[in-house]
């Protein structure tokens, strides 16, 4: 082997490590990365319930950071199904923001609605007819939270309101039900950390190997022609 294919073969080996490592390092990041589980409650005659998930893989821990929810359901009292409203059942969070400060988690960034309209009627040849009810409900909520950059004194708030008014057929519309929730506190608890998985460092290693191996017989294939 001559000077020139000792130099070759040298820039080859110093390329391959310089990518082994790079890759590693990126593992090692990788590794860090969790999908955290808070179960949560709004503080107000439990006025609501749920659960979320999210990937912390994309957080820095500088300043304000937001990470959308992979997943969660929000169960809450202004819900409509009830006095003959088909309303949804629970309220779907994969998508909504969780606040982070400095690596921090503070609280959801999240809103709802819902509306719902239900007709019964009786026909005038049937006992008791002709008549008709109808049943009106809408609902909206929304959460956030105040004083992010306060370790002690930052707060996660919830507001929300439920109304259902019935219309009987030649009376008057009535109010059925009504809820206002305003400006109660959110409390939230970690209840699982998994860690995500990520390429084993040996079978990173083993592939960066595995690479250069094969670029060296390619070499020494050109070689030999």
């Given at each position: 082997m001559n000077?020139?294919?000792?130099q070759r073969l040298g820039s080859a080996i110093a390329s391959t490590m310089l990518s082994l490592a790079a890759v590693s390092l990126v593992g090692v990041?990788?590794?860090?990365?969790?999908?955290l589980t808070y179960n949560f409650k709004v503080q107000n005659n439990n006025a609501g319930s749920g659960f979320f998930k999210l990937s912390n893989s994309s957080l820095t821990g500088i300043g304000l950071e937001q990470v959308a929810v992979s997943e969660g359901i929000f169960n809450t009292i202004l819900s409509l199904r009830s006095q003959g409203l088909q309303g949804k059942e629970y309220y779907n969070l994969a998508g909504v923001t969780a606040l982070f400060y400095q690596g921090d988690f503070r609280g959801l960034r999240a809103k709802g609605s819902?509306?719902?309209?239900?007709?019964?009627?009786?026909?005038?040849?049937?006992p008791g007819g002709p008549y008709s009810m109808k049943t009106n409900g809408g609902a909206s909520w929304s959460m956030d939270t105040n004083g992010?950059?306060?370790?002690?004194?930052?707060?996660?708030?919830?507001?929300?309101y439920k109304e259902v008014r019935i219309t009987p057929l030649n009376r008057p519309q009535y109010l059925a039900e009504r809820i206002i929730i305003n400006d109660t506190s959110v409390s939230y608890t970690l209840v699982d950390t998994v860690a995500e998985p990520v390429p084993e460092p040996i079978t990173v290693a083993g592939t960066a190997l595995g690479l250069a191996g094969l670029s060296w017989l390619k070499h020494q294939k050109k070689m030999a022609a």
């Open positions: 000077q020139k294919q000792r990041d990788q590794a860090q990365a969790a999908v819902d509306t719902a309209t239900t007709e019964f009627i009786v026909p005038p040849d049937a992010l950059e306060s370790p002690t004194r930052w707060v996660s708030l919830f507001w929300g």
